[in-house]
């Protein structure tokens, strides 16, 4: 991977109002420095500093957790290191940070598991951090995979355990509150067991990504005695596909979550009893033969831009960033995608004009099998500012618009131009910009089959040859 600008663009971002608006066309990345482990090292999260310092902290099963200076992005300078060892032998495997303290899950989740696990960590200064205390318990062995904090509480992913809540209301006096273990039966479409991965809080309720056991509702309410109120799968689920919910954040009442090769999902959680997808983005076309070698595997996700923007880390594709503005239809606007380059991105952050890709190294990983092969791990620190474009749409059938029907469309599609004015020029691009229909129209009005395409969410561009451009989002549905 070279330094240098990266743009991923496929067109302005329209909303289906027909009023000039300045929207993002891409977002532009630029690498400041890409900080790589010894052989085998990983890096699974981080967090770039929330009190405004210049500092980032990150997490890693070799390493443990790790503070850097990052004042100059092109040469983070390491000033602490906790290894496994200040951690009872309890690996680092992720991280919140929350006021001046920083929230270490523990334990190894991979392989050789260890015991459950969380630290409180002082980063009044961030150069000379001290460890509060530790909880650690021999009951649940599966390792852990996220923590997150709200209220005096640290909810606490548990891996095949479930979830644990700890009171950290005095961040020095760790104390278990209880644990909870969701339904593990459902909803039965793999045998192995299912895994709490990825956790958003909004109130009383947590939303758990579950692996295969896709998305959960939990009313914590009462801290010791959770109950699970609502489960979520994607209705439109290929059969015999692999289910991996990996990740989930939260803007409102739409949950955003991470579902693996199968890309993105966004979901009204309004009514936690009864949630309701609003939108799938699937750009790898996954089905029940293609978790392993997919051009990609969604692993985290998080908001920026007042919640304008997601960007999302994962295998292969390292990193994609949406227009999340019109939630029902997401648009690619940017990224690291590289299918094949042997780099996986597992976690990210991104704070101002900052994003963090946290990298993994599996390339001695036999068993269990890995859906992605990967051999450089460390993190990477870039720059990131949107390009905004202003549109001035006309109204249908004036001269130069274009009217597309029926949209969605299950396959066959009408396009009608305005005022007829020579050859038309008619690209299809895919979420990834890769141009999958190409032809030219003699006449007012084009039919193209999309039957043949994975549904998903395509954006069609006309031209005349006068330069004149008109772009437009075409769902297929299924």
Request: proline content about 7%; aromatic content about 10%.
């Amino acid at each position: 991977m070279k330094s240098g600008s990266i743009a991923m663009g496929i067109g302005p971002c329209l909303v289906p109002v027909l009023l000039s608006a300045q929207t993002v066309d891409s977002v532009l990345l630029e690498e400041q420095s890409f900080t790589h482990l010894p052989f085998v090292y990983s890096v699974y999260s981080s967090v770039i500093d929330r009190n405004g310092d210049h500092y980032l902290y990150t997490t890693g099963l070799e390493y443990g957790l790790l503070g850097y200076d990052i004042e100059d992005p092109t040469a983070p300078g390491e000033v602490f290191a906790f290894q496994p060892s200040s951690f009872n032998g309890l690996k680092p495997t992720n991280l919140f940070q929350q006021d001046q303290f920083l929230y270490v899950s523990l334990g190894a989740f991979h392989g050789a598991t260890q015991n459950a696990g969380m630290a409180t960590v002082d980063i009044s200064d961030p150069a000379n951090p001290a460890i509060l205390d530790q909880w650690d318990s021999a009951v649940f062995t599966t390792g852990t995979a996220i923590v997150r904090v709200q209220d005096g509480y640290a909810y606490l992913g548990m891996m095949e355990e479930g979830f644990a809540i700890l009171d950290v209301s005095d961040p020095a006096n760790i104390s278990f509150v209880s644990s909870f273990q969701p339904d593990t039966a459902w909803p039965g479409i793999v045998n192995y067991p299912p895994n709490a991965r990825g956790m958003a809080l909004k109130g009383d309720t947590l939303f758990l990504a579950y692996d295969c056991g896709a998305l959960r509702a939990i009313d914590v309410t009462d801290k010791s005695q959770p109950v699970e109120i609502g489960h979520y799968v994607n209705p439109q689920q290929p059969p015999a596909t692999a289910l991996a919910y990996n990740n989930v954040c939260l803007v409102g009442d739409l949950c955003f979550i991470a579902t693996d090769f199968c890309g993105f999902e966004v979901v009204d959680v309004s009514d936690p009893t009864n949630m309701q997808q609003v939108a799938w983005v699937n750009p790898w076309n996954c089905n029940g033969l293609s978790w392993f070698g997919s051009d990609g595997h969604t692993n985290e996700l998080i908001t920026a831009m007042h919640d304008s923007l997601l960007f999302i880390s994962g295998g292969d594709s390292e990193l994609l960033i949406y227009d999340i503005t019109v939630p029902a239809l997401p648009t690619l606007v940017g990224g690291i995608i590289q299918p094949n380059d042997s780099a996986v991105a597992w976690g990210l952050d991104v704070r101002d004009s900052l994003v963090v890709l946290n990298y993994i190294d599996n390339s001695l990983v036999i068993f269990p099998p890995q859906p992605y092969y990967a051999n450089d791990g460390g993190f990477r620190i870039l720059t990131w500012h949107v390009d905004l474009s202003t549109l001035t749409p006309v109204g249908p059938m004036d001269n130069g618009s274009v009217r597309v029907s029926p949209n969605p469309t299950t396959g066959p599609l009408r396009i009608e131009f305005g005022p007829f004015t020579g050859a038309r020029s008619i690209v299809l691009r895919d979420a990834l910009g890769r141009s999958v229909i190409r032809r030219y129209a003699y006449s007012q009005h084009a039919q193209l089959d999309l039957s043949a395409l994975a549904p998903g969410l395509y954006m069609l561009t006309v031209s005349d040859l006068n330069g004149n451009t008109s772009e437009q989002r075409v769902i297929r549905a299924h």
